[in-house]
């Protein structure tokens, strides 16, 4: 069973929630950041992001871009841009999206739970960029942006959620993208104490959504801390992470697709042909064509739409990662095919969430980005903790969840101190 624990958050004043809140560091790049913060101070950007209030060309993981981070979270908390609740509290944090809501219990989530697998992740992370969440860490003594978490749901926190909904929320705001985001406060100690014997009897694990380097880099904070701290007692604020903890109920998973910048050396009949020896292949002509199903893909390549089909015998619907479409595409065509054989540093593949419709793949091939695009057909919640549950790993960019966590409606502090 895992162990939350509230925390006292530093929050924006409502007034101010809507200015201060962005998206995650990782879905974007500088420029892009530049321009969402469009030069607003009070924008945590200016924080995750520091390198947008550095010089052009500045190495974003340089200690002048870290040294800024610091300065200006300094400057927020000075400013009353973020403020400390004074006694420690959850928070449940509510995102719409086309309609369709998803809740979330924000939580400080125990360090030693990663390590004794009882936060579950799906994905392999690289050592540079734990390194760099890691890095940001040491400079604010901050945990800055949310970890993404789920799981399976429990009836008991599905109703204390919904009570604490039927109040005024303290932030209710429509960010640019669309998002409906809102947030209430649960302060009372009977309540608190209840979510925390929930999670310890009912939950038996979280699941990594989004965040899988913010985790692995909270969790190896937590045992630097530790280490350097001879007076450690497993309390302190090191000891845990921020995180947004939803019902798995709620969630959405968005396909993420596949472009490919050329044949592989392949004519276009020769590519086609080898195509069909593993996929049904039927054109469907100049009108956009969507995956209604788990083995279907969806194909753009020379002006056309085909609906692709994998033929049995190349997928193995009893193994949780043989299962995927991201598996049977890439064990029947981006590799023996396509000649793909790193997804993770191969130059000729590219991905594009489903966020961006497959509009986005017709424009880039057409433009010239790729010579081909594949789309998918999402993965289900089920597959994914199935995938967790045993031990296994998803291959690259196989989750796409909507909508994304705003950063800058919750900030937690890593240091010596116990609440």
């Known amino acids: ?5 509230p925390f006292k958050a530093l929050r924006p004043a409502p007034t101010i929630a809507a200015r201060v809140s962005c998206l995650p560091y990782d879905v974007m790049n500088s420029a892009e950041a530049a321009a969402m913060a469009n030069g607003d101070e009070v924008s945590l950007l200016n924080i995750t992001r520091a390198e947008i209030c550095c010089p052009q060309g500045t190495d974003i993981h340089s200690d002048t871009v870290y040294a800024k981070a610091k300065e200006n979270f300094e400057k ?3 400013n009353g841009w973020l403020t400390q609740d004074e006694t420690p509290c959850y928070y449940v944090y509510e995102e719409v999206m086309d309609g369709r809501s998803q809740s979330g219990i924000v939580a400080a989530a125990a360090c030693k739970d990663y390590e004794d697998g009882l936060i579950k992740k799906h994905e392999l992370t690289r050592p540079d960029k734990e390194e760099d969440r890691m890095v940001l860490t040491r400079w ?5 942006e949310p ?11 599905d109703a204390i959620v919904a009570n604490a909904q039927r109040s005024t929320p303290v ?6 993208d669309g998002v409906v985001h809102r947030l209430w406060v649960i302060s009372a100690a009977d309540t608190v104490a209840e979510i925390e014997r929930l999670f310890a009897q009912k939950v038996e694990a979280t699941y990594v959504a989004d965040g899988h380097h913010r985790t692995a880099a909270a969790a190896r904070i937590g045992k630097e801390f530790a280490a350097n701290n001879p007076n450690h007692t497993g309390r302190e604020n090191y000891n845990f992470f921020m995180a947004v903890i939803f019902p798995d109920s709620q969630l959405h998973i968005m396909d993420y697709n596949r472009l490919v910048k050329d044949l592989n050396g392949l004519s276009d009949d020769d590519f086609l042909a080898r195509l069909a020896n593993v996929m049904t292949v039927e054109k469907i002509g100049p009108d956009q064509y969507t995956p209604s199903r788990l083995h279907e893909f969806s194909m753009y390549f020379r002006n056309e739409w ?8 190349t997928y193995n619907d009893s193994d949780p990662v043989g299962v ?18 790193d997804m993770r540093r191969s130059p000729r593949i590219d991905f594009v969430g489903g966020i961006r419709g497959l509009g986005e793949l017709k424009r880039r091939v057409d433009n010239g980005d790729a010579c081909v695009a594949f789309a998918l057909y999402p993965v289900s919640m089920r597959q994914l ?11 690259p960019k196989t989750t796409w969840f909507e909508p994304k966590l705003r950063s800058g409606l919750f900030v937690k502090l890593v240091d010596n101190n116990e609440e």
């Open 306 to 313: 085909y609906k692709l089909t994998a033929k049995e015998g």
């Open 171 to 176: 932030y209710d705001f429509t960010s640019p």
């Open 147 to 157: 970890v993404f978490l789920a799981y399976k749901a429990v009836p008991e926190l």
């Open 324 to 341: 995927l479409d991201v598996s049977v595409l890439t064990d029947n065509v981006l590799t023996p095919i396509l000649g793909i054989e």
């Open 1 to 5: 069973m895992v162990k939350v624990r």
């Open 385 to 395: 903790t199935d995938i967790a549950d045993t031990g296994n790993i998803m291959p």
């Open 76 to 78: 927020a908390k000075q």
């Open 140 to 144: 604010l003594n901050a945990n800055i």
